[in-house]
Each structure stands twice: as C-alpha cells, then as structure tokens.
Antibody, heavy 118, light 107 residues
Framework: VQLLESGGGLVQPGGSLRLSCAAS????????MSWVRQAPGKGLEWVST????????YYADSVKGRFAISRDNSNNTLYLQMNNLRVDDTAAYYC????????????WGQGTLVTVSS | EIVLTQSPATLSLSPGERATLSCRASQSVRGYLAWYQQKPGQSPRLLIY???NRATGIPARFSGSGSGTDFTLTISSLEPEDFAVYYCQHRSNWPLTFGGGTKVEIK
C-alpha cells in the first residue's frame, strides 16, 4: 500500500492550490480516503473525508466552504482543492487511507507542505 | 464536536520502564478510539484501533484499554524506538478529532 501526495507549495493568502494523492497497492474505490493536516510543531487535525461507497463527503468546520475533496476511482487518486487559503492553513497535508472501519487510518502518505504567506 | 484531552503532555521515562498515556473524551465515543505513533519527520502510524486492538505488525508491548470517555495506551517496557509522540483519535461521529498528543521522551 502506498500513498504519494503532491501539489504543495507557497501561496499567498486568498490563493488556491490543489493537492493530489496517488494510491496504489489496494482497491482504492473500496475505501474511505481522508486528508489530515499538521501545522509546524503542532498536532494532527482532521480536514476532510470522502467515503468509499456512499460518495459522501465530510469537512472540518475550519475548511468548510473553502476546501473540496474529490476522488477519481479510475485513476486511484484523491484530491483536495483548497481555495481562499489563509495563513493558518499552513501545514503538512497527509493523505490517509481509511481502514476496514473506514474512519481510522491504517496508511498515511509522506505529506506535502502547504505554506500560505505573503 | 468531541474534544479529546491527552495527558500528560510530556512523559519522561527510561528504556525498560512502563509508559501509561491517557486520552479523555468530552463525551462518550463508545469504543471507537484509535492510537497513533509519530516519530520526528515521519508520518503517523496506527497502533491501536477500537480502543484495544493492535494494528497489523504492532508489537505486543503496546496495549490499549478503556471505553466511553476514558482510554489508556500502555507500553509495557519502553524500547529505544518507542520514544515519539502519541495521538488518540475518535471515529464516533463527525467531525473526527485528534487529541493534542503526548510526547514520550528519554529521561
């Protein structure tokens, strides 16, 4: 099982980025997939989840209305479209695979760093 | 939102000692609690799911217990590679939340 994130970088406040997570080694469409972030020197914060079968999405209040999670099951890829970025969105963003219980995480990517700064 | 409070924030112990970490929920999460380990510069790793079940490949010195609002992660005898930060996370309802973490450091 492997998850490989990409798309991070430096962006100005109010800007946009799209993160990608390429998955391999498991049947991607069967599992919930999530994004979890970690601000520098801080703890883990759940951001968003896309369920495996019901195609339902969930968001943390801190990103609701600004971020959009999506998935392409034909290409085994998870996305996070981030709009109207704020300085406090600065963090490493991890892609995480849901376990068989869906909403804990049994595999994590290496993370991609998003820096929001003017 | 369910708030998970971990204590202590830092635990200073020597290799071979027993570590006891606490995670308290602001309301019942039933048994839907997981524990993760994160070492510097690495991604988190799932240790325990549903309060007391070890994830694949996790050594037997790691054990979890509890239900409802009070949970414990125990490391029976610390190995050098166990010095890290540990997080709890619930999946009882939305939003999912993590605790603030406990750092286990070498005394």
């Amino acid at each position: 099982v492997q998850l490989l994130e990409s798309g991070g970088g430096l962006v100005q406040p109010g800007g946009s980025l799209r993160l990608s997570c390429a998955a391999s080694g498991f049947t991607f469409s069967n599992y919930a997939m999530s994004w979890v972030r970690q601000a520098p020197g801080k703890g883990l914060e759940w951001v968003s989840t896309f369920t495996g079968r019901s195609n339902t999405t969930y968001y943390a209040d801190s990103v609701k209305g600004r971020f959009a999670i999506s998935r392409d099951n034909s290409n085994n890829t998870l996305y996070l479209q981030m709009n109207n970025l704020r300085v406090d969105d600065t963090a490493a963003y991890y892609c995480a695979k849901g376990s068989s219980r869906s909403y804990d995480f049994d595999c994590w990517g290496q993370g991609t760093l998003v820096t929001v700064s003017s | 939102e369910i708030v998970l409070t971990q204590s202590p924030a830092t635990l200073s112990l020597s290799p071979g000692e027993r570590a006891t970490l606490s995670c308290r929920a602001s309301q019942s999460v039933r048994g839907y609690l997981a524990w993760y380990q994160q070492k510097p510069g690495q991604s988190p790793r799932l240790l325990i799911y549903d309060a007391s079940n070890r994830a694949t490949g996790i050594p037997a010195r790691f054990s979890g217990s509890g239900s409802g609002t009070d949970f414990t992660l125990t490391i029976s005898s610390l190995e050098p590679e166990d010095f890290a930060v540990y997080y709890c996370q619930h999946r009882s309802n939305w939003p999912l939340t993590f605790g603030g973490g406990t750092k286990v450091e070498i005394k």
